[in-house]
């Protein structure tokens, strides 16, 4: 079956700073590669997500970049503010209707 | 719009005793919806899929006669955890795909926090 991996962990930025947060996955079938921000109790919100025909994604100070021959995607987050600190999670699933299988989420910190 | 609810957002137990949780999709319908669970600190992990009108999918580990899932209604589906344990303890999410849309895209429910005394 499909398997996320997400990295790092946690980051720290300075208000202002950019923000990479990378994710690998598995199965060559997957399609559909979402980002989800989850604060503290409540459920995910999508930001932004990436089908495979489309390399690059673009939504604001969000972007999403995809390449599926070396099975990897990254969010990219532009001058970031104290309120984008939060749990980050990549997600993948193949066609639609499947499930999606979620990293292990990347906990975000900008400090102002 | 894609608005998905749940009820209740919290909801403290006994140990022994059923607990129900609802998931509604507010503004579409929904032919498949999905139940994770979330320990703190940790990812979402898929616990089982809910189809209108036929028997959930569960994934490996999860016990189908202790989380039962009723997906009665195109907007409603339902997860009662029986007999809920101190183990139990968790933090249930529901997603919804809008019928009918092509693409994969889920929206989340607020989540339900479940403890078990």
């Known amino acids: 079956g499909e398997n996320v991996e997400q990295h790092p962990s946690t980051l720290s930025v300075q208000e202002g700073d950019s923000a990479v947060i990378k994710c690998t996955y598995s199965?060559?079938?997957?399609?559909?590669f979402p980002w989800y921000k989850q604060e503290l109790g409540k459920g995910p919100q999508l930001i932004i997500d990436?089908?495979?025909?489309?390399g690059e994604k673009k939504d604001q100070r969000i972007a999403v970049t995809l390449n599926k021959t070396a099975k990897h995607f990254s969010l990219h987050i532009t001058e970031t503010q104290p309120e984008d600190s939060a749990v980050y999670f990549c997600a993948a699933s193949g066609q639609a209707g499947t499930a999606l299988i979620f990293g292990k989420g990347t906990t975000l910190s900008v400090s102002s | 719009g894609a608005v998905v609810s749940q009820h209740p957002s919290w909801v403290i137990c006994k140990s022994g005793t059923s607990v129900k949780i609802e998931c509604r999709s507010l503004?579409?319908?929904?032919?498949?919806m999905f139940w994770y669970r979330q320990f703190p600190k940790q990812s979402l992990m898929l616990m089982a899929t809910?189809?209108?009108?036929?028997?959930?999918?569960?994934e490996q580990g999860v016990e189908k006669d202790k989380f039962l899932i009723n997906h009665a209604s195109l907007t409603l589906s339902t997860l009662t955890v029986t007999s809920a344990h101190p183990e139990d303890s968790s933090f249930y999410i529901c997603?919804?795909?809008?019928?009918?849309?092509?693409?994969?895209?889920?929206?989340f429910g607020p989540g339900t926090r479940l403890t078990v005394l």
């Open positions: 997603s919804a795909i809008p019928a009918g849309l092509a693409g994969a895209t889920q929206y």
């Open positions: 503004d579409f319908q929904a032919t498949t």
């Open positions: 809910s189809n209108e009108g036929s028997k959930a999918t569960y």
């Open positions: 990436i089908r495979s025909n489309v």
């Open positions: 199965d060559s079938a997957s399609n559909y």
